[in-house]
Protein backbone atom coordinates (compact mmCIF):
# COMPACT_ATOMS: atom_id res chain seq x y z
CA UNK A 1 0.00 0.00 0.00
CA UNK A 2 1.47 3.29 -1.22
CA UNK A 3 2.82 5.41 1.85
CA UNK A 4 2.10 8.82 -0.15
CA UNK A 5 1.17 9.80 -3.09
CA UNK A 6 3.44 10.44 -5.88
CA UNK A 7 4.47 14.15 -7.23
CA UNK A 8 2.29 14.88 -10.46
CA UNK A 9 4.57 15.74 -12.92
CA UNK A 10 2.39 17.94 -14.77
CA UNK A 11 2.20 20.26 -12.22
CA UNK A 12 5.10 22.85 -13.06
CA UNK A 13 6.31 23.81 -10.04
CA UNK A 14 8.38 27.18 -9.90
CA UNK A 15 11.93 27.59 -10.65
CA UNK A 16 14.99 28.49 -8.34
CA UNK A 17 18.16 29.54 -9.61
CA UNK A 18 21.52 29.48 -8.36
CA UNK A 19 24.84 31.25 -9.40
CA UNK A 20 28.46 31.34 -8.31
CA UNK A 21 29.67 35.21 -7.79
CA UNK A 22 32.81 35.52 -9.30
CA UNK A 23 35.94 37.69 -7.46
CA UNK A 24 33.47 37.40 -4.10
CA UNK A 25 33.08 33.62 -3.85
CA UNK A 26 30.08 33.33 -2.45
CA UNK A 27 26.72 31.73 -3.86
CA UNK A 28 23.16 33.62 -4.74
CA UNK A 29 20.06 31.80 -4.84
CA UNK A 30 17.08 33.23 -5.60
CA UNK A 31 13.41 32.65 -6.31
CA UNK A 32 9.77 34.61 -6.90
CA UNK A 33 7.61 32.36 -4.30
CA UNK A 34 4.26 33.63 -5.83
CA UNK A 35 3.10 30.30 -7.21
CA UNK A 36 4.26 28.42 -4.64
CA UNK A 37 2.46 30.72 -1.95
CA UNK A 38 -0.85 29.87 -4.45
CA UNK A 39 -0.17 26.44 -3.76
CA UNK A 40 0.28 26.75 -0.05
CA UNK A 41 -2.82 28.88 0.31
CA UNK A 42 -4.82 26.42 -1.91
CA UNK A 43 -3.29 23.92 0.41
CA UNK A 44 -5.05 25.82 3.21
CA UNK A 45 -8.41 26.47 1.59
CA UNK A 46 -8.71 22.76 1.08
CA UNK A 47 -8.13 21.59 4.62
CA UNK A 48 -10.42 24.76 6.11
CA UNK A 49 -6.90 25.49 8.12
CA UNK A 50 -6.49 28.97 9.52
CA UNK A 51 -3.40 30.24 10.83
CA UNK A 52 -3.26 33.58 12.79
CA UNK A 53 -1.83 36.42 10.51
CA UNK A 54 1.34 35.79 12.73
CA UNK A 55 2.15 32.85 12.24
CA UNK A 56 0.89 32.56 8.50
CA UNK A 57 3.33 35.48 7.46
CA UNK A 58 6.32 34.23 9.54
CA UNK A 59 5.73 30.79 8.02
CA UNK A 60 5.58 32.07 4.65
CA UNK A 61 9.30 33.74 4.88
CA UNK A 62 10.44 30.68 6.97
CA UNK A 63 9.28 28.76 3.63
CA UNK A 64 11.10 30.91 1.57
CA UNK A 65 14.77 30.64 3.37
CA UNK A 66 14.16 26.99 3.56
CA UNK A 67 13.85 26.33 -0.34
CA UNK A 68 16.36 28.16 -1.08
CA UNK A 69 18.34 26.62 1.37
CA UNK A 70 17.25 23.13 -0.19
CA UNK A 71 18.27 24.59 -3.67
CA UNK A 72 22.15 25.18 -2.64
CA UNK A 73 22.30 21.59 -1.27
CA UNK A 74 23.03 17.91 -2.79
CA UNK A 75 20.13 16.36 -5.04
CA UNK A 76 19.85 13.11 -2.48
CA UNK A 77 19.11 14.90 0.57
CA UNK A 78 15.72 15.22 2.55
CA UNK A 79 15.85 17.85 4.95
CA UNK A 80 13.30 19.08 7.97
CA UNK A 81 13.21 22.31 9.96
CA UNK A 82 11.32 22.35 12.91
CA UNK A 83 11.51 26.13 14.31
CA UNK A 84 10.23 27.04 17.95
CA UNK A 85 9.30 30.65 18.65
CA UNK A 86 8.31 32.09 21.89
CA UNK A 87 6.91 35.64 20.67
CA UNK A 88 4.68 34.39 19.13
CA UNK A 89 4.70 31.17 20.53
CA UNK A 90 4.67 28.77 17.58
CA UNK A 91 6.29 25.98 16.17
CA UNK A 92 7.09 26.15 12.50
CA UNK A 93 7.64 22.39 10.86
CA UNK A 94 9.24 22.56 7.07
CA UNK A 95 10.16 19.42 5.18
CA UNK A 96 11.77 19.39 1.64
CA UNK A 97 12.95 16.20 -0.68
CA UNK A 98 16.06 17.53 -3.36
CA UNK A 99 15.28 14.29 -4.98
CA UNK A 100 11.37 14.73 -5.81
CA UNK A 101 11.51 18.71 -5.98
CA UNK A 102 8.82 18.57 -3.00
CA UNK A 103 8.46 21.37 -0.29
CA UNK A 104 5.94 21.16 2.39
CA UNK A 105 4.88 21.95 6.19
CA UNK A 106 2.97 23.81 8.65
CA UNK A 107 2.67 26.01 11.54
CA UNK A 108 1.40 24.60 15.13
CA UNK A 109 -0.50 26.98 16.83
CA UNK A 110 -2.07 25.03 19.85
CA UNK A 111 0.35 22.89 22.85
CA UNK A 112 3.47 24.70 21.46
CA UNK A 113 5.87 24.01 24.52
CA UNK A 114 6.86 27.54 26.84
CA UNK A 115 11.07 27.26 26.50
CA UNK A 116 13.91 29.34 28.32
CA UNK A 117 15.09 30.31 24.31
CA UNK A 118 13.97 29.44 20.88
CA UNK A 119 15.21 26.68 18.94
CA UNK A 120 16.04 25.59 15.58
CA UNK A 121 16.01 22.14 14.96
CA UNK A 122 17.84 20.84 11.34
CA UNK A 123 17.34 16.89 10.54
CA UNK A 124 18.74 15.55 6.94
CA UNK A 125 18.44 12.04 5.72
CA UNK A 126 20.79 11.06 3.15
CA UNK A 127 20.67 7.37 1.55
CA UNK A 128 22.48 5.16 3.04
CA UNK A 129 23.45 7.03 6.27
CA UNK A 130 22.24 7.61 9.56
CA UNK A 131 20.22 10.87 9.86
CA UNK A 132 21.75 13.52 11.25
CA UNK A 133 20.42 16.63 13.56
CA UNK A 134 21.75 19.99 14.62
CA UNK A 135 20.08 22.17 17.35
CA UNK A 136 20.82 26.08 17.41
CA UNK A 137 18.99 28.99 20.21
CA UNK A 138 18.51 31.84 18.80
CA UNK A 139 17.28 35.54 19.41
CA UNK A 140 14.07 37.44 18.09
CA UNK A 141 11.05 36.22 15.77
CA UNK A 142 12.08 36.68 12.24
CA UNK A 143 12.64 33.29 10.65
CA UNK A 144 15.25 34.97 8.11
CA UNK A 145 17.41 35.68 11.27
CA UNK A 146 17.24 32.66 12.63
CA UNK A 147 18.35 30.30 9.79
CA UNK A 148 21.39 33.46 9.22
CA UNK A 149 22.01 31.68 13.18
CA UNK A 150 21.75 28.48 12.33
CA UNK A 151 24.07 28.49 9.35
CA UNK A 152 26.56 30.34 11.40
CA UNK A 153 26.63 27.76 14.30
CA UNK A 154 25.46 24.63 13.02
CA UNK A 155 26.82 25.16 9.11
CA UNK A 156 29.86 27.50 10.42
CA UNK A 157 29.86 29.54 7.47
CA UNK A 158 28.15 32.63 6.99
CA UNK A 159 25.01 33.30 5.06
CA UNK A 160 22.41 36.45 4.14
CA UNK A 161 18.71 36.28 3.68
CA UNK A 162 17.24 39.11 1.88
CA UNK A 163 13.67 39.46 0.77
CA UNK A 164 14.45 41.65 -2.51
CA UNK A 165 10.17 41.63 -3.86
CA UNK A 166 7.13 41.54 -2.71
CA UNK A 167 7.30 37.53 -3.12
CA UNK A 168 11.10 37.47 -4.19
CA UNK A 169 14.30 36.21 -1.76
CA UNK A 170 17.58 35.87 -1.87
CA UNK A 171 19.84 34.13 -0.18
CA UNK A 172 23.50 34.60 -0.18
CA UNK A 173 26.35 32.19 0.95
CA UNK A 174 30.11 31.75 1.66
CA UNK A 175 32.09 29.56 -0.38
CA UNK A 176 35.73 28.95 0.61
CA UNK A 177 38.18 32.07 0.33
CA UNK A 178 34.57 34.48 0.47
CA UNK A 179 35.00 37.89 0.29
CA UNK A 180 33.53 37.90 3.65
CA UNK A 181 33.61 41.69 4.47
CA UNK A 182 31.42 42.28 1.14
CA UNK A 183 29.00 39.69 2.09
CA UNK A 184 28.73 40.88 5.73
CA UNK A 185 27.99 44.81 4.66
CA UNK A 186 25.79 43.66 1.83
CA UNK A 187 22.08 45.27 1.49
CA UNK A 188 18.92 44.68 -0.10
CA UNK A 189 19.63 47.12 -2.85
CA UNK A 190 22.83 45.33 -3.68
CA UNK A 191 21.26 41.74 -3.20
CA UNK A 192 18.31 42.85 -5.37
CA UNK A 193 20.54 44.26 -8.54
CA UNK A 194 23.42 41.24 -7.97
CA UNK A 195 23.50 40.53 -12.09
CA UNK A 196 24.00 44.48 -12.32
CA UNK A 197 26.95 44.91 -10.10
CA UNK A 198 28.54 41.35 -9.80
CA UNK A 199 29.89 38.44 -12.58
CA UNK A 200 27.44 36.19 -12.02
CA UNK A 201 27.85 32.36 -12.82
CA UNK A 202 24.61 30.09 -13.52
CA UNK A 203 25.43 27.00 -11.63
CA UNK A 204 21.88 25.04 -11.59
CA UNK A 205 17.79 25.56 -12.27
CA UNK A 206 15.64 23.48 -9.84
CA UNK A 207 12.12 23.21 -9.94
CA UNK A 208 10.12 22.89 -6.67
CA UNK A 209 6.31 22.53 -5.76
CA UNK A 210 4.22 22.08 -2.72
CA UNK A 211 3.90 18.45 -2.47
CA UNK A 212 3.05 16.60 0.86
CA UNK A 213 2.18 13.18 -0.34
CA UNK A 214 -0.24 12.32 2.61
CA UNK A 215 -3.09 10.21 2.01
CA UNK A 216 -5.94 8.79 4.03
CA UNK A 217 -4.71 5.25 3.66
CA UNK A 218 -1.47 6.95 5.45
CA UNK A 219 -3.11 8.45 7.73
CA UNK A 220 -5.46 5.31 8.80
CA UNK A 221 -1.36 3.53 9.17
CA UNK A 222 -0.74 5.86 11.81
CA UNK A 223 -3.83 4.96 13.63
CA UNK A 224 -3.48 1.21 12.95
CA UNK A 225 -1.77 0.29 16.30
CA UNK A 226 -4.09 2.02 18.52
CA UNK A 227 -6.91 0.63 16.61
CA UNK A 228 -5.69 -2.73 17.25
CA UNK A 229 -5.01 -1.76 20.73
CA UNK A 230 -8.55 -0.57 21.51
CA UNK A 231 -10.65 0.48 19.20
CA UNK A 232 -13.14 1.81 21.76
CA UNK A 233 -10.91 3.83 23.78
CA UNK A 234 -9.45 5.29 19.54
CA UNK A 235 -13.37 6.40 18.63
CA UNK A 236 -15.41 6.83 22.14
CA UNK A 237 -19.00 7.66 20.94
CA UNK A 238 -17.98 8.80 17.95
CA UNK A 239 -18.91 7.59 14.47
CA UNK A 240 -15.62 9.43 12.92
CA UNK A 241 -12.58 10.73 14.47
CA UNK A 242 -10.33 13.58 12.62
CA UNK A 243 -6.27 13.33 12.46
CA UNK A 244 -4.55 15.73 10.82
CA UNK A 245 -1.37 15.05 8.89
CA UNK A 246 1.78 15.99 11.33
CA UNK A 247 3.92 17.03 7.85
CA UNK A 248 1.05 19.34 6.18
CA UNK A 249 -1.71 19.56 8.57
CA UNK A 250 -3.86 18.51 6.04
CA UNK A 251 -7.59 17.28 7.64
CA UNK A 252 -8.82 13.21 7.19
CA UNK A 253 -11.99 12.19 8.67
CA UNK A 254 -11.87 8.28 9.21
CA UNK A 255 -14.92 6.45 10.44
CA UNK A 256 -14.45 3.31 12.30
CA UNK A 257 -15.94 1.11 9.33
CA UNK A 258 -13.07 2.47 7.10
CA UNK A 259 -10.54 1.70 9.91
CA UNK A 260 -12.00 -1.96 10.49
CA UNK A 261 -11.68 -2.26 6.59
CA UNK A 262 -8.19 -0.65 6.26
CA UNK A 263 -6.87 -3.59 8.64
CA UNK A 264 -9.08 -6.40 7.22
CA UNK A 265 -7.09 -5.10 4.22
CA UNK A 266 -3.54 -5.23 5.68
CA UNK A 267 -4.10 -8.67 7.23
CA UNK A 268 -5.25 -10.78 3.99
Known sequence: ?????????????????????????????????????????????????????????????????????????????????????????????????????????????????????????????????????SAIEFTGSDPLAAVEAFYAQSEQRAARFFQTGEEEFTMVTEHPDCDLNWLKNLTTEQAKNLDQQETLALLERRIYRWHCGCTLDRMMDILAPAMRHDADELFGQNEKIEIRCPRCGGRYAISREAMEAHLARGAA
Not at 37 to 46: E, G, I, M, N, T
Open 1 to 133: MAETLPVNPAEPGFEVRTQFVRGRNAVVAKADFGDLYVDYYLHLAAHGIKPSTAGDAIFTRALAAFTLHCASRPWNELTAWTINLQDPLVNLFLVGDNDGGTIAGRVFEENVKELKSNVFYADVVKPAEPKRR
